[in-house]
Antibody, heavy 120, light 110 residues
Framework: QVQLQESGPGLVKPSQTLSLTCTVSGGSISSGSYYWSWIRQPAGKGLEYIGRIYTTGSTNYNPSLRSRVTISIDTSKNQFSLKLSSATAADTAVYYC????????????WGQGTLVTVSS | QTVVTQEPSLSVSPGGTVTLTCGLS?????????PSWYQQTPGQAPRTLIYYADTRSSEVPDRFSGSILGNKAALTITGAQADDESDYYC??????????FGSGTKVTVL
């Protein structure tokens, strides 16, 4: 059974870059059957799509975040990563990584989520 | 900007039936948007209930069903149980790698 685990600093200073990594186990990130995605959720609010990456390195981003987001993939480590630049308090949220099925566009497996707080 | 609409909250009696809907601010929802539904309980990651409008994910009880009703996607819980009390999110695929989440529906079983 595939598992995803987010990791990274829980506290980021304003204007700095928020960086997270998602480690995939129980399956290969090189599979052509999936996209690898990031989603976030501020406390008490709904889910927001950040972006996705394919095994080839091809990316797509939420237009509202596109200018600040970079998602990358490291197939040798079975990991993919998120960088969000110029962080502000509005970026404080639980960040989830997820696997998305290419054929059904289903966010079928999720990490447990990690809380990132942007504060000085 | 595309907005995906959901009822903010709904209530259902134990054993009762409730239908949640997922619409678009402009236009109709169809299978071309690959509508999917997720259940989230407090402190937990979401889990898939329904994908491609009406396909139930593995290990999801059959009291959950998905459909297209008129111009919206719908999630119906038939025979609601206490542990169905959760937040439910729909997601639509807009093409070009863009997904839009609805704002969620809080379902109360009482």
């Amino acid at each position: 059974q595939v598992q995803l685990q987010e990791s990274g600093p829980g506290l980021v200073k304003p204007s700095q870059t928020l960086s997270l990594t998602c480690t995939v186990s129980g399956g290969s990130i090189s599979s052509g059957s999936y996209y690898w995605s990031w989603i976030r959720q501020p406390a008490g609010k709904g889910l927001e799509y950040i972006g996705r990456i394919y095994t080839t390195g091809s990316t797509n981003y939420n237009p509202s975040l596109r200018s600040r987001v970079t998602i990358s993939i490291d197939t040798s480590k079975n990991q993919f990563s998120l960088k969000l630049s110029s962080a502000t308090a509005a970026d404080t949220a639980v960040y989830y990584c997820a696997r998305v099925d290419v054929l059904t566009e289903n966010f079928q497996h999720w990490g447990q989520g990690t809380l990132v707080t942007v504060s000085s | 900007q595309t907005v995906v609409t959901q009822e903010p909250s709904l209530s259902v009696s134990p054993g009762g039936t409730v239908t949640l809907t997922c619409g678009l601010s402009s236009g109709s929802v169809s299978t071309r948007y690959y509508p999917s539904w997720y259940q989230q309980t407090p402190g937990q990651a979401p889990r898939t209930l329904i994908y491609y409008a009406d396909t139930r994910s593995s290990e999801v009880p059959d009291r959950f069903s998905g459909s297209i009703l008129g111009n919206k996607a719908a999630l119906t819980i038939t025979g609601a149980q206490a542990d169905d009390e959760s937040d439910y999110y729909c997601v639509l695929y807009m093409g070009s790698g863009i997904y839009v989440f609805g704002s969620g529906t809080k379902v109360t079983v009482l």
